[in-house]
């Protein structure tokens, strides 16, 4: 089976993860994807293919040659991002000629050249897009499919290879995807997460990151009476985003720039909430951007009074350089594998990050290579 025919499959499970949930995984539908995958690997031979109870996929492939070599592991997830919806997605292959895409002319759905002047580079190719109304989850169902296809040909081909391990894990578009990985258990001396990104993309280096929530406490009083009485939440909100550098967000910032991305709000008069993602490749300036929005939260509590903001940061992962670069030949294997399959590596920041940032930190150099996508988590994805 190829690749495409693989991702068409598994692009019909529903697999969103949910932020807010406390399970493992934190959605019942991620485990349906878990289960067909594990039977797919059996299928394949590899008789170890097994889901653990929180919901990783597990499986190894025996070396056929006594020459010693490193055991090599590839890591991909199964779940997809909220922004946009992942029922009934209605994937197909366009062949692309040109200009922009009617994806929906019913709802009149078009990816413009205008808006994503890249698309114009694959004229001449053949692109999987959806219905314009979900995502198609080439983040990171991409990924497994290109795993599970090498895997096939390595088997038919009878091809010299040491021990290979492969792993699809679950929530890691909500930050959770390495939380229970068995690392010892992978048994892995390096691996690479498929994981997003054009064709020659490798990526070694990554946003170090954090979550930001904040709680503004306000005073509701009838505005008729409300001189030098009413504190209003959601006033006070707005006050502190306009305090944030306005250049450093996601919509102005490219390469190593760094971030404060408001990717939640919600307040009435009594009460507020803002959620905050921090980003920045520098671990100084990283640290440095946490600090300035502790300051700007403390500026207005001095103002508002004590207790008025309450803020919780909280790092998710760092950037995984410091723990690959040590291992040059982990980039070096991948650059020479690129170049015999034709390929030119593309060596750039991951502009946010993958399973490999934090895996790399737990014992396991995990850099990431490319899918062949673009525009993930959204409806003009392809």
Excluded: W
Aim: proline letters at 5%.
């Amino acid at each position: 089976m190829k690749a495409y025919e693989r991702f068409l499959k598994y692009a019909a499970y529903p697999t969103m993860s949910n932020g807010d949930s406390e399970t493992v995984p934190s959605t019942e539908k991620q485990l349906k994807l878990a289960e067909a995958l594990r039977r797919e690997l059996n299928a394949l031979g590899l008789s170890d293919a097994r889901v653990d109870r929180y919901g990783y996929v597990y499986a190894s492939l025996p070396a056929n040659t006594e020459r010693p070599v490193n055991t090599i592991g590839f890591i991909a997830h199964m779940d997809t991002s909220s922004e946009a919806s992942d029922e009934n997605i209605k994937a197909r292959i366009v062949d692309y000629t040109g200009g922009d895409i009617v994806l929906n002319e019913e709802k009149n759905i078009v990816t413009r050249v205008s808006d994503y002047p890249y698309l114009a580079d694959y004229a001449g190719q053949q692109l999987i897009v959806s219905d314009g109304t979900t995502l198609i989850g080439a983040d990171d169902k991409a990924g497994i499919a290109e795993i599970m296809t090498a895997v096939e040909k390595i088997l038919t081909s009878g091809m010299p290879h040491g021990e290979i391990r492969i792993a699809f894990t679950p929530d890691e578009e909500i930050g959770r995807g390495a939380d229970h990985f068995d690392v010892a258990g992978f048994g892995a001396d390096y691996a690479y997460t498929v994981d997003g990104g054009p064709l020659g993309e490798l990526e070694y280096e990554n946003f170090n990151a954090a979550g930001a929530h904040i709680t503004v406490h306000g005073v509701s009083i009838h505005p008729g009476s409300a001189k030098d009485k009413m504190k209003n939440a959601a006033l006070i909100a707005f006050e502190l985003n306009s305090l944030l550098p306005p250049e450093e967000i996601p919509s102005k910032t490219e390469g190593y720039e760094g971030f404060y991305h408001l990717v939640g709000l919600s307040g009435t008069v009594e009460k507020a909430s803002m959620e905050y993602i921090v980003r920045d490749h520098s671990r100084e300036l990283f640290e440095e951007k946490k600090r300035f929005l502790a300051d700007a939260v403390a500026l207005l509590s001095r103002k508002y009074g004590e207790g008025t903001i309450l803020l919780t940061v909280k790092d998710q992962y760092y950037n995984m350089r410091e723990q690959v670069e040590p291992y040059p030949e982990v980039i070096g294997k991948a650059m020479q594998a690129m170049r015999e399959a034709g390929v030119e590596p593309i060596v750039r920041p991951i502009r946010g990050g993958t399973d490999g940032a934090r895996l790399s930190y737990m014992g396991l150099p995990c850099p990431n290579l490319f899918t062949g996508g673009e525009n993930y988590h959204g409806r003009f994805e392809y």
